[in-house]
Nanobody, 126 residues
Framework: QVQLVESGGGLVQPGGSLRLSCVAS????????MAWFRRAPGKEREFVAA????????YYADPVNGRFTISRDNAKNTVYLQMNRVKPEDTAVYYC???????????????????WGKGTLVTVSS
């Protein structure tokens, strides 16, 4: 059974930084693409960032490009989202997602992700 457990959410001031983590189990992490999505209050879930199996290829949504960085540690079965220069509009529940292949697919539903964590809340406020 695939399990994705996010952590690292919390309250952060505008302009600050936060790092989210997601530990995966029940899958072959080293050959699986991973991603982060978010759902802001009253809005649909949206894509944030994705990373391929080896961490060489990454992809970002325009609103976070240049501020957020996705990375992974295959030895720890963990994917990270480093959030810098956060804004109030980054407030959302952030979800970790895993695919069924080694890459992500921007043209596919949910970028090809199939498994989801329960989410961690990030609140950006002064």
């Amino acid at each position: 059974q695939v399990q994705l457990v996010e952590s690292g959410g919390g309250l952060v001031q505008p302009g600050g930084s936060l790092r989210l983590s997601c530990v995966a189990s029940g899958l072959t992490f080293t050959t699986t693409a991973m991603a982060w999505f978010r759902r802001a209050p009253g809005k649909e879930r949206e894509f944030v960032a994705a990373i391929n199996w080896g961490g060489v290829s990454t992809y970002y949504a325009d609103p976070v490009n240049g501020r957020f960085t996705i990375s992974r540690d295959n030895a720890k079965n963990t994917v990270y989202l480093q959030m810098n220069r956060v804004k109030p509009e980054d407030t959302a529940v952030y979800y970790c997602a895993a695919g069924r292949s080694s890459s992500y697919y921007p043209g596919a539903v949910d970028y090809g992700m199939h498994y989801w964590g329960k989410g961690t809340l990030v609140t950006v406020s002064s």
